[in-house]
Nanobody, 122 residues
Framework: QVHLAESGGGLVQPGGSLRLSCQTS????????VGWFRQVPGKEREGVAC??????HYADSVKGRFTISKDIAKNIIYLQMNSLKPEDSGVYYC?????????????????WGKGTLVTVSS
């Protein structure tokens, strides 16, 4: 059974950093594309970062500040978030896909975690 569980969210001041983790189980992570997405109330889920066959892609709003990575041996996906802004707030979800991660098509991902809340506020 495939399971994804995010952790690492919380309250952080503007300019601060957080590292989100996504522990996966029931999958061989090496063969999956992985991604991070976020959602705020009243808005559609949006792509933040994708690792597409070991090539990272980022939303324009987070380029230069966020970094996606994965530890195949531990089956963990990470999202390092630096220089956080209030507009980065939201529920962050990790997801995996056996074909491709496309930050513009969140609905195409195969499996999702339940999300972790990030609040950037002073």
């Amino acid at each position: 059974q495939v399971h994804l569980a995010e952790s690492g969210g919380g309250l952080v001041q503007p300019g601060g950093s957080l590292r989100l983790s996504c522990q996966t189980s029931g999958v061989y992570l090496r063969i999956y594309d992985v991604g991070w997405f976020r959602q705020v109330p009243g808005k559609e889920r949006e792509g933040v970062a994708c690792d597409d066959d070991d090539t990272p892609h980022y939303a324009d709003s987070v380029k230069g500040r966020f970094t996606i990575s994965k530890d195949i041996a531990k089956n963990i996906i990470y999202l390092q978030m630096n220089s956080l802004k209030p507009e980065d707030s939201g529920v962050y979800y990790c997801a995996i896909d056996s074909s491709r991660c496309n930050i513009n098509i969140p609905g195409a991902m195969d499996y999702w975690g339940k999300g972790t809340l990030v609040t950037v506020s002073s």
